[in-house]
T-cell receptor
Framework: RKEVEQDPGPFNVPEGATVAFNCTYS??????FFWYRQDCRKEPKLLMS???SGNEDGRFTAQLNRASQYISLLIRDSKLSDSATYLC????????????????FGGGTRLMVKP | DVKVTQSSRYLVKRTGEKVFLECVQD?????MFWYRQDPGLGLRLIYF???????EKGDIPEGYSVSREKKERFSLILESASTNQTSMYLC???????????FGPGTRLLVL
């Protein structure tokens, strides 16, 4: 089983739609969760962190369910510019305690917003 | 703004060549990372470094080595390039160990 699993999509939605992505993770000890966005042929960039109580940033809402070990991202009122791949990211410990945390990236969910 | 730069955007090498990929960050970050990204497999961690001269293997270190002689610079070395190392290579840096990772623009490596 992959450490972080996402539906690869693509999700094709019209402008203005609401779309939700889910992500499941396997390590119950994970403490930090993020969503990154990657545009075509570009590097990933942080979209938002995911907090235990859930958090919102404009049209984006992230939720964490520790009991079921899944994370979600909700995008309201989709824009053409939201078209990208969304990466679910979860931390894990390195083997060397001095090394601290590493991040594990899901394979990404591709979103295409159409006019 | 954090800036992470990589020495090349595109690189073509022959099987058996030694390949150096360099990454430089300008924000005094302790942690630096090398990933490769392949379709269907996502980003996979090759190596990371949490301090100068310190390194730790990631998930797929075989065929790679790294060097961190200065805080701002993290190099990935392919000792003898093989065709299965054709990929997009992404470098990243972060200030804290659970903090945001800032990525460079990537190097597309083709090994013939």
């Amino acid at each position: 089983r992959k450490e972080v699993e996402q539906d690869p999509g693509p999700f094709n939605v019209p402008e203005g739609a609401t779309v939700a992505f889910n992500c499941t993770y396997s390590n119950s000890a994970s403490q930090s969760f993020f969503w990154y966005r990657q545009d075509c042929r570009k590097e990933p960039k942080l979209l938002m962190s995911v907090y235990s109580s859930g958090n919102e940033d404009g049209r984006f809402t992230a939720q964490l369910n520790r009991a079921s070990q899944y994370i979600s991202l909700l995008i309201r009122d989709s824009k053409l510019s939201d078209s990208a791949t969304y990466l679910c990211v979860v931390n894990r410990r390195g083997m060397n305690n001095n090394a601290g945390n590493m991040l594990t990236f899901g394979g990404g969910t591709r979103l295409m917003v159409k006019p | 703004d954090v800036k992470v730069t990589q020495s090349s955007r595109y690189l073509v090498k022959r099987t058996g060549e030694k390949v150096f990929l360099e990454c430089v960050q300008d924000m005094d970050h302790e942690n630096m990372f090398w990933y490769r990204q392949d379709p269907g497999l996502g980003l996979r961690l090759i190596y990371f470094s949490y301090d100068v001269k310190m390194k730790e293997k990631g998930d797929i270190p075989e065929g790679y080595s790294v060097s961190r002689e200065k805080k701002e610079r993290f190099s990935l070395i392919l000792e003898s390039a093989s065709t299965n190392q054709t990929s997009m290579y992404l470098c990243a840096s972060s200030l804290s160990q659970v903090g945001t990772q800032y990525f460079g623009p990537g190097t597309r490596l083709l090994v013939l």
